[in-house]
């Protein structure tokens, strides 16, 4: 009789048990906090060998880094976008999309995943052709008074520097979703050509009027 009774104790106490078991649910996933860092970390105005008065381009290096303390792996999803303002006119602005494209070192993703060790960083690479985003071309706004005294270069004339901002929203790992990149200011100086058709300028579409 006893062994009886000690038997349904422990049988109730197995249903008890199994009971608690089969109600608890995993605990959802929360990815650690300040994974990933995320900085422009280069600015370049293109020389006018590469981008010619007329064709001016800018190109930016973006760095992400885990700043975490131990080894982050996720499936990878590339996409972001850089946006460039201009200060004197805040309505002059464009945004450029990023994908795996402007992804620099492509050999780290592997099975379409991304392993990154501490402190280890990728890049990316974007470049701006001085258009806006209904295509104006900025370096034609801005003073190129006194055109033939303001020379910088053989039959290149500068414009006064003017001031940008850059801004960087970027989703690499899907669980971390988008991390953004402190704003950058940087300054560009238009270019413009003093006598049509003699290098580094190119003779526009119409020919030189």
């Not at 995320?38 to 008065?53: F, G, K, M, R």
């Not at 003073?143 to 500068?158: E, P, Y």
Request: charged content about 20%.
């Amino acid at each position: 009789e006893v062994l009886t009774r000690i038997s349904g104790i422990v049988s109730v106490l197995l249903l008890v048990a199994i009971s608690f078991t089969c109600e608890e649910t995993l605990p959802t996933y929360t990815p650690p906090k300040n994974v990933l860092a995320l900085n422009v970390t280069t600015i370049e105005q293109l020389n006018d060998h590469v981008a010619p008065p007329g064709a001016q381009i800018v190109h930016f290096v973006v760095i992400g880094e885990n700043a975490h303390d131990e080894v982050f792996q996720d499936s990878v999803d590339v996409k972001g976008s850089v946006t460039i303002w201009w200060k004197r006119k805040p309505n002059r602005s464009r945004t450029v999309y990023i994908t795996e494209k402007n992804f620099t070192d492509r050999n780290l993703i592997h099975n379409k995943k991304l392993l990154l060790v501490p402190g280890q960083k990728f890049s990316l690479d974007i470049y701006w052709d001085l258009r806006t985003d209904f295509g104006l071309y900025l370096p034609d706004e801005m003073d190129f008074s006194r055109l033939r005294q303001r020379s910088c270069a053989s039959n290149v004339a500068c414009a006064t520097p003017e001031d940008f901002v850059v801004e960087v929203s970027l989703n690499i790992f899907n669980r971390l979703g988008y991390v953004l990149a402190p704003a950058r200011e940087f300054k560009f100086i238009g270019r413009a050509c003093v006598n049509c058709g003699y290098p580094p300028c190119t003779v526009p579409v119409g020919g030189c009027g």
